[in-house]
């Protein structure tokens, strides 16, 4: 979906938190949990935020913004010149960490990285699913969504930092066990830590979900060769430059939206030659498929790609 929407509520959830409810005329087209809108700003930014809201709700969606003072200006705007009634263009809804099934679940959470998990939540419960939730942020006034997890009882574990330290994920986790799925989403050192506690795990035990990929340093740092077997051209990269870039300097367009490797807008299906995966969505099998890639942020790893563009 591509279209415009209304702000219909804005509400204050906690400290630097806010949702928006985004409702039109009609039905807004259905998701699942786990998916996030592309949210066009009346000023031209562009940013994905997840879905948190009743996704039996047919005619709006909820989505939860924090302010990030070091942001690039998306959740500032959001924050103090969004208005109730404004239009925002919206894209999606996407889904790159959608709930699988299974019997158990365990949450864990880090600030903002509450709001796609609270849909699997509800969904979970739904089914008659075992599921337990760790949810740590910097205090309690800090943490959105509080009040709507209370009816939960002990499922949920509250963990503010300044109260209880840093979270205790080996005691939450425990021994590993098959038949369960881990879903996280936080802060980069927080998924670090769950994905170190995990590594014993059974494969394809545990699912993340970045702000940002942390890819570090490109692997290459000489120029390689993207063939585009579609519109019969080729295109040199130089370390300079994204494959996006380069491809629009070629005058070849792919539609992108967070050029940071966490929307998967611009994913490009991968025909020959090994790319460096550096977004934050694949997971490891798919990474080692190497048939697709995420063109805003991935490089190559060898001398030639070649691409279904």
């Known amino acids: 979906m591509n ?3 209304r702000v219909a509520r804005k509400t204050v959830v906690a400290d630097g938190v806010v949702t928006l409810e985004l409702a039109g005329d009609g039905r807004v087209p259905d998701w699942t949990p786990g998916a996030h809108l592309d949210l066009v700003l009346p000023n031209g930014l562009t940013r994905q935020y997840s879905l948190c809201g009743d996704r ?3 005619g709006r969606y ?9 942001g690039r200006g998306g959740s500032a705007y959001v924050h103090d010149d969004l208005r109730v009634g404004d239009e925002v263009g919206v894209g999606g809804p996407r889904n790159n ?3 699988v099934p299974s019997p158990e679940y365990l949450f864990v959470a880090g600030g903002i990285g509450i709001t796609p998990l609270l849909p699997m939540m509800r969904q979970a419960e739904l089914l008659g699913a075992k599921w337990t939730l760790l949810y740590g942020g910097r205090h309690r006034e800090s943490m959105a969504f509080l009040p709507e997890l209370e009816p939960y009882g002990d499922r949920v574990v509250v963990r503010p930092q300044d109260e209880y330290g840093l979270l205790d994920l ?7 066990r098959p038949d369960v799925k881990v879903y996280a989403c936080g802060p980069g050192p927080l998924l670090d830590a769950v994905e170190r506690v995990c590594a014993p795990w059974p494969p394809h035990t545990l699912r993340t979900e970045r702000f940002v990929a942390g890819a570090g340093e490109p692997a290459r740092t000489t120029p390689f060769e993207v063939e585009l077997v579609r519109s019969g051209r080729c295109v040199t990269v130089p370390p300079s430059e994204s494959v996006l870039d380069a491809l629009a300097g070629a005058g070849v367009e792919v539609l992108s939206s967070c050029r940071q490797g966490t929307c998967g807008t611009c994913e490009t299906t991968v025909l020959a030659g090994r790319p460096e995966h550096r977004d934050a969505i694949l997971e490891d099998h798919e990474r080692t498929a190497s048939d697709c890639m995420f063109v805003c942020v991935s490089r190559s790893l060898s001398d030639r790609l070649v691409l279904d563009l």
């Open 170 to 176: 080996e005691g939450f986790f425990g021994d590993p």
């Open 62 to 70: 909820r989505i939860g913004v924090l302010r990030e003072p070091g």
């Open 97 to 99: 960490f959608p709930l």
């Open 3 to 5: 279209a415009s929407l």
């Open 56 to 58: 039996w709700d047919p």
